[in-house]
């Protein structure tokens, strides 16, 4: 089986080096040329700024295409992983091309908010390139061989091992168990937040809370039950654990989607203002 | 006995954190099975109680768990059924296991659905919507009716509502009272969004329609065309007429719309420079007018024909002469404007001398407070915004030093700068008033002049020979102005037409040397006059004093920057509309014409010139 080859690698880095010369093309020509002084000053107006408009147009929906080839199995126009390589490089050459299109003028109108929104799309693609590079490592070593429902069912089985040592003991550490299996829900859940950790996206462990409660509780035991809080302790802490790799798998997963959930809406945004743009320029021309 | 409850050690285990650890005891005796509380509450049948004998068909409500009675099998004293009527929430895995399966809550289709129609709506339809709607209603068979019957009732075009909407879609408007409420809603709407259409602040004279984006682009799809334009700008004159256009490139240019070099949308300048399109014509002008009459020209810095002059002769003052400046003078750069006129000796360092020994008009005067110092300003005052200097005006500027004082141990009264007849007639009124005996202040009769004396009673006799005196001193007079001292000579050409006449050759004095030339004395204003106007060595009126394009080009370079010089292209001095025509019609009319292509071209400096 040949060795995985990532989408930026891909054919020894071809669609880096088309996207490398468009860039340089379009700098090239928009240092050299210059406008009629008529027009005083590059714009999108120059037959340059058309070219250039033109060649960003017909890319953006070239490259919002993908999600047809994608999804077109008996298509043998290139590979999906082609396509999705010069996606990805040549998105990022519009960052290039758009800007010099427009001649870095910016104002509070239609045009500039379709440059924003491919920006926007530009930059969140960035992103979804970053997480399928970071997280799909950082997915495997948290499984370490497990699957998500193999750990779940793990979970289970703790939660109700739990369950059942605690009815030895009184009964608050039964209420005690019976919330920390709450918790471990929340716990997991709280991994599909997209917020970042270091702004308080992971919340507090509420789960690892009850399990230290267990412990300063159960100073209060004598005889057989302190033996059966020792276990109790033992199996929570797995089950802490265990949760807190739940919740990294979830987080990961959100990071490789949630991206999308920008993306693509915005590139139909963009799309329609797109159309705006092209059609007011000739509208009242 | 039984004990029933959660810990391991009850025969009867209920294992649910609910029920206690041990919550109730069965025992045995006479009666039967006897279940009472010890832990946690009962409910027997529904009731709360403390101990019950069981009977078959009892129900027992222990925390979660239902107890059912049963009829015990032979030999067995107690059958139960145990049943968990209200089980414990799932383990956690499960509860996560079971959310997962629910799948996302959000669709990406969705949104993107709801983002493509939304801002297609927002930033497509609606600021379209109104030009739709009324091109809908101009489509529509009442209006198509109106519009066939204007255009069969008048065969020469007069503009009909429905034939000047029907030009004009984008800024068609229905009457008022034929707009609905949600039209003009509509409307309002569109009106804002359209304003997202714009892409750059309008220049400033252009603002006051900011709002109406169809009163220039006119028709969809269509570039902004010249009637735009010529609904304020009509007097605009083409840069050639059309007429004079010839060849092809001569009809690519009459083509040329005003949007190719005026564009807006760009703050606040709208005239623009623009060199190389200048060139394009003017490199080989006659290619475009086969009867053009300028030079070829590229650019200023090189290849630039020298100035030509506008002079024109007092003899014949509606013919313009253009003279090209050359090395040596022309022969006909002269003007012949009839006024006799010294620079040298106005302009001497040491003074002039001033006769009442008066302050002049610029106020210099030497220290011996004798001779007044003249410089360029005491005569030349800046006019048209300082393009031209103001016609001097010998009451203004000369007839302080220059006195037309007619008898001055008389009185200090001076003739008027006018006509002979004019001057022939005040004198006479003057002597006539002294014969008469009514002396003015300020007057010292002379001596020689004979007088009514007071108290005299005048007959008709008397009154002849008084005038006929008076007369007489008039003529006398008139004779020692003319002739004797020459007071008019000084300056004129004088010609005796009679024995008491004489005519005074009328003066003209160019006042505009370069019509076509955009210039401002302001902008020059830290230069010194004479170094372009070198007049100090000047003893003759016909003497020419303007610049020849080297002095301009002491400082001004073409349009390619050079450090050090001001960069300069045909605009910097040279105006486009109406260029041909203004030069057209001054070598015909003279400086009055060649003033009004001035002025249409200093308005249009203005937009240059602001900020």
Redesign the interface.
């Known amino acids: 089986m040949p060795q995985h080859q990532s989408i930026l690698e891909f054919k020894r880095g071809r669609y880096f080096k088309l996207a490398l010369l468009v860039c340089t093309a379009s700098v090239a020509a928009y240092a050299w040329h210059e406008p009629s002084t008529s027009q005083l000053k590059p714009y999108g107006g120059t037959w340059l700024g058309y070219t250039l408009g033109t060649i960003a147009a017909l890319l953006i929906v070239w490259l919002m295409l993908l999600g047809v080839r994608k999804r077109s199995y008996s298509s043998t126009i290139g590979s999906v992983q082609g396509w999705t390589s010069a996606h990805v490089f040549l998105g990022a050459s519009l960052i290039v091309i758009a800007t010099l299109h427009c001649a870095f003028e910016f104002g509070w109108n239609i045009h500039t908010l379709a440059y924003a929104l491919m920006m926007l799309v530009v930059g969140s693609g960035m992103f979804g390139v970053f997480s399928y590079m970071l997280y799909p490592a950082r997915i495997t070593n948290n499984l370490a061989g497990e699957t998500l429902d193999s750990l779940l069912f793990k979970m289970s089985e703790l939660d109700r091992k739990c369950r059942r040592i605690a009815l030895e003991l009184p009964d608050e550490f039964n209420a005690l168990v019976m919330k920390a299996s709450g918790d471990a829900v929340r716990h997991a859940d709280s991994g599909k937040s997209l917020r970042p950790e270091w702004l308080g996206g992971r919340g507090r462990n509420r789960l690892g809370e009850a399990r230290d409660a267990l412990l300063v509780m159960g100073t209060s035991l004598s005889g057989a039950q302190v033996k059966a809080n020792e276990q109790l302790v033992s199996e929570m802490t797995r089950l802490v654990s265990m949760t807190e790799r739940v919740r990294l798998e979830f987080r990961y997963r959100a990071l490789l989607k949630g991206w999308l959930f920008l993306h693509v809406p915005m590139s139909f945004a963009l799309l329609a203002a797109l159309t705006a743009h092209v059609i007011s320029v000739f509208y009242l021309w | 006995m039984l004990r029933v409850g959660?810990?391991?050690e009850c025969e009867l285990q209920l294992?649910?954190?609910r029920v206690?650890?041990e919550h109730a005891l069965i025992t045995f005796n006479a009666q039967g099975a006897l279940m009472a509380a010890s832990g946690g509450p009962l409910k027997i049948n529904g009731q709360s109680a403390s101990q019950v004998v069981l009977s078959v068909g009892d129900r027992i409500d222990i925390g979660p768990y239902r107890i059912d009675v049963e009829a015990a099998p032979a030999g067995l004293p107690l059958a139960l059924a145990v049943t968990l009527d209200a089980p414990?929430?799932?383990?956690?895995?499960?509860?996560?296991?079971s959310?997962?399966s629910r799948g996302p809550r959000?669709s990406?289709r969705r949104?993107?659905?709801?983002?493509?129609?939304?801002?297609?709506l927002l930033?497509?339809l609606v600021?379209?919507a109104p030009d739709l709607l009324s091109q809908a209603r101009q489509a529509s068979p009442a209006a198509l009716a109106v519009a066939a019957a204007a255009t069969v009732n008048s065969s020469v075009s007069v503009p009909t509502a429905a034939a000047a909407a029907a030009a004009s879609a984008i800024t068609a408007y229905p009457h008022i009272d034929t707009v609905s409420l949600e039209e003009a809603t509509l409307r309002g709407a569109a009106g804002n969004l359209l304003?997202?259409?714009?892409?750059?602040p309008l220049s400033q004279g252009h603002q006051i329609f900011a709002s109406d984006?169809g009163a220039c682009?006119q028709t969809?799809?269509?570039?902004?065309r010249d009637e735009a334009c010529k609904t304020c700008h009509k007097d605009t004159l083409d840069h050639v007429p059309i007429s004079h256009l010839t060849g092809p490139a001569g009809h690519e240019f009459a083509d040329t719309r005003c949007a190719?070099?005026?564009?807006d949308h760009?703050g606040t300048?709208l005239v623009?420079?623009?060199?190389?399109?200048c060139a394009d014509c003017h490199r080989d002008v006659k290619q475009v007018a086969a009867q053009a009459t300028s030079d070829n020209v590229v650019d200023f810095h090189s290849g630039h024909p020298a100035f030509r002059i506008s002079l024109s002769d007092a003899a014949t003052p509606n013919v313009v002469r253009r003279v090209r400046q050359a090395t040596p003078m022309p022969a006909d750069m002269v003007e012949r404007s009839r006024l006799k006129f010294n620079h040298q000796v106005h302009l001497d360092p040491n003074g002039v001398r001033d006769p009442d020994g008066k302050r002049n008009p610029a106020g210099m005067q030497d220290a011996q407070g004798q001779r007044t110092v003249l410089d360029c300003q005491s005569c030349h005052v800046p006019a048209d915004g300082g393009r031209l200097m103001a016609p001097v005006k010998m009451e203004q500027h000369c007839q302080s030093c220059h006195s037309l004082a007619f008898e001055p141990s008389v009185t200090s009264r001076q003739v008027v700068h006018g006509e002979d007849a004019q001057i022939a007639t005040m004198l006479r009124e003057f002597y006539a008033r002294l014969v008469l005996g009514d002396v003015p202040e300020g007057v010292h009769p002379p001596a020689d002049l004979p007088r009514l004396r007071p108290g005299a009673v005048l007959t008709s006799e008397d009154r002849s020979r008084a005038l006929a005196i008076a007369d007489r001193k008039a003529k006398q007079v008139l004779h020692e102005l003319f002739d004797t001292r020459q007071v008019c000579s000084t300056c004129h050409e004088v010609s005796r037409t009679g024995e008491y006449s004489w005519s005074v050759a009328s003066v003209k004095m160019s006042s505009s040397w370069m019509p076509q030339a955009q210039f401002s004395h302001a902008a020059h204003d830290s230069e010194p006059c004479a170094k372009c106007h070198d007049v100090a060595r000047s003893k003759d009126s016909k003497d020419v004093a303007m610049p020849a394009i080297e002095t301009c080009r002491e400082c001004h370079v073409g349009a390619q920057p050079v450090a050090g010089k001001v960069t300069s292209?045909c605009a910097t001095c040279h105006g486009y509309h109406g260029a041909v025509k203004a030069a057209a019609k001054g070598l015909v009319a003279g400086a009055a014409s060649a003033q009004s292509a001035a002025r249409v071209a200093h308005a249009h400096q203005s937009f240059k010139e602001s900020p």
Not at chain 2, 260 to 263: S, Y
Not at chain 2, 272 to 277: G, K, L, Y
């Open positions: 959660r810990a391991l294992p649910d954190p206690a650890r414990l929430q799932p383990p956690c895995g499960e509860r996560i296991r959310a997962e959000h990406r949104l993107s659905y709801i983002a493509l129609l939304g801002l297609l930033c497509l600021p379209v304003q997202a259409w714009n892409p750059g984006c682009h969809p799809f269509v570039q902004v190719e070099c005026h564009r760009k300048h623009v420079r623009s060199q190389e399109q292209d």
